[in-house]
């Protein structure tokens, strides 16, 4: 569910030092616009440090226009972060609550630093590179990442360098020795200073890794051209972040010691960028390395867009018109590509996003010790040695399901205006198809194919009679010029008889088609009665039977609220640079709509666009549904109704009846009306009792009623069965008829019998498909630890091979083939071999299948290659005179005393 309004947590400065007074205000606006006058805002200040430490806690309450200010003092003593090179972060958390009981939350990070400038020496991600010229970048900022042009000091350097206005240097060092050391002192125009030291091993080749983006500073549009140096083939997990938020998430292979990628920007990406980049050291703990990249606004081609009017009524119509204009302010033409998207989904954010929250969870987790227990027995003469202690991570997995209906328009509408074009705002772009196989949606769609096949019918129907009356004019023409006389005649008479047969035929189809239109009418209205259309009713659909009967006008329902309002990826401008886009209808959310735009011209210029749609109307009503309830629930429904009216309304509330649930209120609570009382702008709430009876997607909708206004809404309700799933399957191919009975329990709850049918090319991509769920945590004995991290080394590597690994679940794999590997060393005996506990003596099949898995796991992971030769060098030398290897029982049954079978293995 999407939050009903949106808190700006604004601190007065971008950073702070220790023990400074910390000031700023706590601002919450709905997305139509309005702000929310009252609301009781929760605020607390925590320090991010090993834990989450509370600083501050206050209860504020927001002014007429939203707003509510804070201050409080920092500690003098606050606990820095390494990967914030040593400064403490602050997190401001706001929670409000507006007047209706409606929530949302907002924050904001503050960093916290003795030094007012932040000197960063960054030697090509971190990670020095023997015998290369490494490049050391010199980044200095302001605590908020703000590039600060300074003076700077470097050890072992005569001459004075200086960082530029987007505040970077550069040296180059070529590593000789295991360490590198510098200090650097860095001074901006006002004389505050920041120093750091830098002091690093030179790592060995398998270890180190250089990332170099070809330049620091790029223009919007442009392709960024990512080069990784480095030992080893453990990938380069690579996040891209713009204001906190993650613009890209991918994989660089590396291959031969080295990795590329190339990242196109987009042309309205603008401002600092940090480049993060993730891969897994010789202790198998996350490695993060960064840098600052600065985009330039693609300004050359401005993009300008009118629209018809300020602010719009819900399931209105709005025009918009582009015009596109080089920096000399002429027309050029140009194609744009254009999208309309609720600003509440723009809200939703969370605090870490990309791969910096799975790896945060990691580091979380990393020292929590995962116990095994080992057989053990008093006779054993010798003890079990040390164990290595193990850590298990957990790692969150997202698995996108597209589910829901597919929403059919009820009308259709071409647009008429030469140079317009018409949005259907329920396209997907393009003219693909999309298809579903969702039991409720197709008495919709049935209903638009049977739309459109009458429509095709008509126009055949047409161009048929009009070939016909050509054919029959024709022949006459040509029976008139070669027998005249004749035709005269013939023609004389069929006009005395036919003219008035026509005027009596004429009259009784005029009377046959009114009734016929009036029948139709009816029996499509009854026909719509009994089906659920996913699109906004008409007016006069609306109205019903209630209107007439009460003699009062029944409002619009608004019951579209799509999260994307335009996506249409091309638009092309006319010679003068002009394009229209008429969006009808819109949607029935009262919010703003951020209209993005991206527009090209013919010459290559780039242009980029961000305006608000808003959609308001002074009264309505709201229904702040959850997404799920189960059958059986009863729940307070939280019916909202706002009143910016100039004057205070006495508001009549009625739910419409409905056989899916229970009104518990009063004994006649299905037909008595509620009633609430708001005062001019003001925001209320009240709660419904329901409790739930049936199961499936339902449909509540609520009229709400103050004076001589009024407005309705239809919320969709999903509600779940209550009880145990029971699942059966039937498989079959396309190449024959397949046929299969579904048996439904006699206990089955009511309404929760569904059918999915899904359809895979191959058996093959059926496997493929939930190949991601293979990884497990390892465990147990060489054998059982095996049995976890070979499938996990095969099932990455195909991953990676046919490129279907996501960086997240690439990055759980990594964890658990690490975590593995790990613990097969500890079953290494001491003079060679394997064991499943690692005591002596090793044995032979275990320890082949082992080199085996060691070879596999080569491809995905770094291993020590001493570790394979001296696997393999023991292996050689337990084999007898004549080439065998001698079997020796042990726990396994399997080998049992057969060299034969045992050398065959090996």
């Known amino acids: 569910v999407l939050p009903k309004f949106r808190i700006d947590v604004q601190p007065s400065e971008p950073f702070y030092q220790p ?127 703000t590039p600060l042009a300074t003076r700077l000091v470097v050890s072992g350097r005569e001459d004075e360098l200086s960082t530029n206005d987007d505040g970077l240097a550069r040296i180059e060092v070529t590593p000789t020795g295991d360490r590198l050391e510098l200090s650097v002192k860095a001074t901006d125009a006002e004389g505050r200073t920041g120093r750091a030291s830098f002091a690093h091993n030179v790592a060995s080749p398998n ?176 003890q079990s040695p040390a164990r290595t202690e193990l850590t298990q991570a957990l790692f969150a997995r997202t698995v996108d399901i597209a589910t829901g209906d597919q929403a059919v328009p009820g009308r259709f509408r071409d647009g008429q205006a030469k140079g317009v074009r018409s949005v259907d705002p329920l396209r997907d772009g393009g003219d693909a198809p999309i298809f579903t196989l969702v039991a409720n949606t197709f008495p919709a769609k049935d209903r638009v194919t049977d739309i459109q096949r009458r429509r095709g019918l008509r126009w055949a129907a047409a161009a048929w009679r009009w070939s016909a009356a050509g054919f029959i004019l024709a022949c006459i023409g040509i029976f008139a010029a070669y027998r005249p006389r004749l035709f005269a005649i013939i023609a004389s008479v069929a006009l005395l008889l036919i ?63 799509p999260e994307t309002l335009v996506w249409r990826p091309e638009l092309v401008t006319d010679d003068n640079g002009v394009a229209t886009l008429e969006i009808d209808p819109l949607a029935d959310s009262i919010t703003t709509w951020r209209l993005s735009a991206s527009a090209i011209s013919a010459g290559g210029r780039l242009g980029s666009l961000q305006q608000g749609i808003r959609v ?69 709430s009240l709660h419904v009792p329901l409790r739930m009876l049936s199961v499936g997607q339902h449909r509540l909708t609520v009229t709400a009623r103050g004076g001589e206004t009024a407005d309705a809404i239809r919320r969709e309700v999903t509600i779940e069965p209550n009880g145990e799933p029971y699942e059966s399957l039937s498989n079959g191919t396309l190449d024959s008829p397949f046929e299969t009975t579904i048996q439904i329990p006699d206990n089955a709850v009511p309404g929760s019998a569904q059918v999915f049918a899904k359809f895979y090319p191959s058996t093959f991509s059926q496997l493929v498909e939930g190949l991601d769920g293979i990884f497990a945590q390892p465990h147990g004995c060489f054998e059982q630890t095996s049995s976890t991290t070979y499938p996990n080394v095969l099932a990455l590597d195909y991953l990676r091979r046919t490129r279907q690994a996501a960086p997240e679940v690439e990055a759980q794999a990594r964890q658990y083939i690490h975590l593995g590997y790990q613990r097969l060393l500890t079953f290494e005996v001491d003079g060679g071999g394997f064991d499943w506990f690692g005591n002596p003596p090793a044995h032979t099949q275990l320890t082949a299948y082992g080199l085996m898995e060691f ?19 023991w292996l050689l030398a337990m084999r007898n005179s004549d080439g065998s290897w001698p079997a020796r029982r042990g726990l396994d049954e399997v080998g049992g005393d057969d060299t034969l079978a045992n050398t065959a293995y090996i």
């Open 499 to 561: 003219l008035p047969l026509g005027c009596m035929t004429w009259m009784f189809l005029r009377l046959d088609a009114q009734f016929d239109f009036a029948a139709g009418d009816m029996a499509i209205t009854a026909e719509a009665a009994n089906e659920e259309m996913p699109y906004p009713l008409t007016e006069d659909m609306a109205a019903g039977d209630e209107s007439a009967q009460s003699g009062r006008p029944q409002p619009r329902v608004r019951e579209w609220f």
């Open 616 to 684: 308001f109307q002074p009264f309505f009503v709201d229904v702040d549904a959850p997404v799920v309830l189960t059958r059986g629930d009863v729940y307070d429904m939280p019916i909202v109704v706002y009143n910016y009216l100039d004057s205070p309304q006495s508001v009549e509330l009625a739910l419409d009846a409905a056989d899916w649930y229970e009104r518990l209120d009063a004994d006649d609570a299905q037909t008595q009306p509620l009633r609430i009382e708001l005062a001019a702008g003001e925001v209320r």
């Open 19 to 145: 023990g400074q007074l910390v000031m700023g205000e706590v601002d919450c606006n709905y997305f139509f616009g309005e702000p929310v006058r009252g609301a009781k805002i929760a605020l607390t200040a925590k320090a991010m440090e090993i834990g989450e430490r509370t600083l501050y806690e206050t209860e504020l309450t927001a002014d007429d226009m939203g707003r509510a200010e804070f201050r409080f003092a920092l500690p003098q003593r606050l606990i820095g972060r390494e990967q914030e090179s040593g400064a403490a972060r602050v997190r401001l958390t706001a929670t409000a609550t507006d007047t209706a009981g409606q929530r949302a939350a907002g924050s904001a990070t503050r960093l916290v630093a003795n030094e007012p400038v932040r000197v960063t020496v960054v030697p090509e991600s971190s990670t020095l590179a023997p015998n290369v010229p490494n490049r050391i970048y010199i980044l200095t900022t302001q605590l908020d990442g």
């Open 855 to 873: 070879e596999d796991m080569a491809n995905v992971h770094d291993i020590d290659p001493t570790l394979i030769q001296r696997t393999r060098g």
């Open 207 to 382: 270890t180190a890794f250089l990332l170099r983006p070809d330049k620091s500073v790029y223009d919007g549009g442009e392709t960024m051209k990512l080069s990784i140096v480095g030992g080893g083939i453990e990938p380069v997990l690579i996040d891209l972040l713009k204001d906190g938020q993650a613009i890209l998430s991918t994989t660089v292979a590396m291959q031969d010691g080295r990795g590329e990628l190339a990242v196109d920007l987009p042309a309205e990406l603008f401002g600092t960028l940090q480049l993060i980049a993730y891969r897994y050291g010789q202790r198998g703990l996350p490695v993060r390395q960064s840098r600052v990249i600065f985009v330039r606004p693609a300004d050359e081609l401005t993009v300008q867009a009118t629209l018809d009017r300020d602010v719009y009524e819900p399931g209105g119509k709005a025009t918009v018109r582009f015009e596109l204009r080089n920096e000399q302010g002429q027309p050029v033409a140009g194609a744009l590509s254009v999208a309309a998207v609720d600003e509440a989904v723009f809200s939703v954010l969370g605090p870490q996003l990309g791969l910096e929250r799975t790896f945060f969870e990691l580091e979380s987790v990393l020292l929590q010790p995962v116990a095994t227990v080992y057989p053990w027995s008093p006779f054993d003469v010798e």
